[in-house]
């Protein structure tokens, strides 16, 4: 197949101009219509005092959102039992990221941050059951879930996904997005580094992870024992991903199948946290594996 390269050089001069700026107009135009859509969330001023305002892209198709960061976010807002709103929209914190909350005029972005604001703001302590011991066990659960597993998730998500007509059809993306994110999600991962591992290497990485969790787990009712804690949140947001939504991915029944303790710790932690979950997603709940 003739390259890129090769088809523009062949191209004659005014061939090649016209090639360059349809690039770039198609490329300003784009970013324009991105832009439009990251603004077009609901600019409110008169957000309630003392409630927290949610910022999360919109509601997800099995799972409550598409981030496994805003899952965590509003699953520790309910369990915490501090009151919010949600604001669905694409604008990002003064971070860049999604999602990120608003306390009395305050901006915060981070889910970690946010959480940790919220606790010092508002008195909140989730893990005042845990020893030091069990706390530092629980971050480094954390961490493996947030800044390792994630990673190959989205790696998996994004790049190795096997039907990506899930996405697009979900998301009404069209391919030029999908492109967008892709290149994204691949220069991101490739500077944190799991990103030039082979598929086969991350899907290895993926279960070693998962099973962790798993054996950690164990016949426990949440990661720490009885009483769920800070980092439930965490792990059942990015599980949140996996067990419901990891459709088009090939790996559709990955929990359910290989990791049963992990499938009733799913459903045990939207039992208690979201009684509504099914006004909370947009697909009905019923998942039909795309393998
Ligand atoms: N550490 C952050 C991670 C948030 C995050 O990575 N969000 C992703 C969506 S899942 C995002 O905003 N990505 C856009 C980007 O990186 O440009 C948190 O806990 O909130």
Same mark, same amino acid.
């Given at each position: 197949?003739? &390259?890129?390269?090769?088809?523009?050089?062949?191209?004659?001069?005014?061939?090649?101009?016209?090639?360059?700026?349809?690039?770039?107009?198609?490329?300003?135009? &784009?970013?324009?219509?991105?832009?439009?859509?990251?603004?077009?969330?609901?600019?409110? #001023?008169?957000?309630?005092? $003392?409630?927290?305002?949610?910022?999360?892209?919109?509601?997800?198709?099995?799972?409550?959102? /598409? *981030?496994?960061?805003?899952?965590?976010?509003?699953?520790?807002?309910?369990?915490?039992?501090?009151?919010?709103?949600?604001?669905?929209?694409?604008?990002?914190?003064? #971070?860049?990221?999604?999602?990120?909350?608003?306390?009395?005029?305050?901006?915060?972005?981070?889910?970690?941050?946010?959480?940790?604001?919220?606790?010092?703001?508002?008195?909140? $302590?989730?893990?005042?059951?845990?020893?030091?011991?069990?706390?530092?066990?629980?971050?480094?659960?954390?961490?493996?879930?947030?800044?390792?597993?994630?990673?190959?998730?989205?790696?998996?998500?994004?790049?190795?996904?096997?039907? @990506? &007509?899930?996405?697009?059809?979900?998301?009404?993306?069209?391919?030029?997005?999908?492109?967008?994110?892709?290149?994204?999600? #691949?220069?991101?991962?490739?500077?944190?580094?799991?990103?030039?591992?082979?598929?086969?290497?991350?899907?290895?990485? /993926?279960?070693? $992870?998962?099973?962790?969790? &798993?054996?950690?787990?164990?016949?426990?009712?949440?990661?720490?024992?009885?009483?769920?804690?800070?980092?439930?949140?965490?792990?059942?947001?990015?599980?949140?991903?996996?067990?419901?939504?990891?459709?088009?991915?090939?790996?559709?029944?990955?929990?359910?199948?290989?990791?049963?303790?992990?499938?009733?710790?799913?459903?045990?932690?939207?039992? @208690?946290?979201?009684?509504?979950? $099914?006004?909370?997603?947009?697909?009905?709940? *019923?998942?039909?594996? *795309?393998?």
């Amino acid at each position: 197949m003739e &390259s890129f390269l090769e088809t523009f050089r062949n191209l004659d001069t005014s061939q090649k101009i016209l090639y360059v700026f349809g690039g770039a107009a198609v490329t300003a135009v &784009s970013l324009v219509a991105i832009r439009k859509l990251t603004l077009k969330e609901e600019k409110r #001023k008169d957000y309630p005092r $003392d409630t927290v305002i949610l910022h999360q892209i919109g509601r997800g198709p099995y799972a409550p959102s /598409m *981030t496994p960061f805003a899952v965590k976010l509003e699953t520790y807002l309910r369990m915490a039992r501090i009151p919010y709103q949600n604001v669905h929209g694409m604008r990002p914190s003064p #971070k860049g990221k999604v999602p990120w909350i608003e306390y009395n005029g305050q901006p915060m972005g981070d889910s970690t941050l946010c959480i940790q604001f919220l606790n010092q703001k508002l008195g909140v $302590d989730l893990n005042k059951h845990l020893s030091p011991a069990d706390k530092g066990v629980a971050q480094a659960m954390q961490v493996m879930t947030e800044e390792h597993l994630y990673w190959l998730l989205a790696l998996i998500r994004w790049i190795y996904s096997r039907d @990506a &007509s899930f996405i697009l059809e979900t998301f009404k993306f069209t391919k030029f997005i999908l492109w967008m994110i892709r290149r994204n999600v #691949k220069k991101q991962t490739w500077n944190q580094g799991l990103g030039r591992h082979t598929e086969e290497e991350i899907v290895e990485m /993926m279960n070693k $992870d998962i099973q962790s969790l &798993s054996d950690f787990i164990g016949r426990k009712r949440f990661l720490m024992g009885d009483e769920p804690g800070e980092a439930d949140c965490s792990v059942f947001g990015m599980l949140s991903q996996t067990y419901w939504q990891f459709n088009g991915s090939g790996y559709e029944n990955l929990i359910k199948d290989n990791y049963p303790n992990l499938a009733a710790y799913c459903e045990r932690m939207k039992d @208690a946290f979201w009684p509504d979950w $099914d006004q909370c997603i947009t697909h009905g709940g *019923t998942r039909e594996a *795309t393998k």
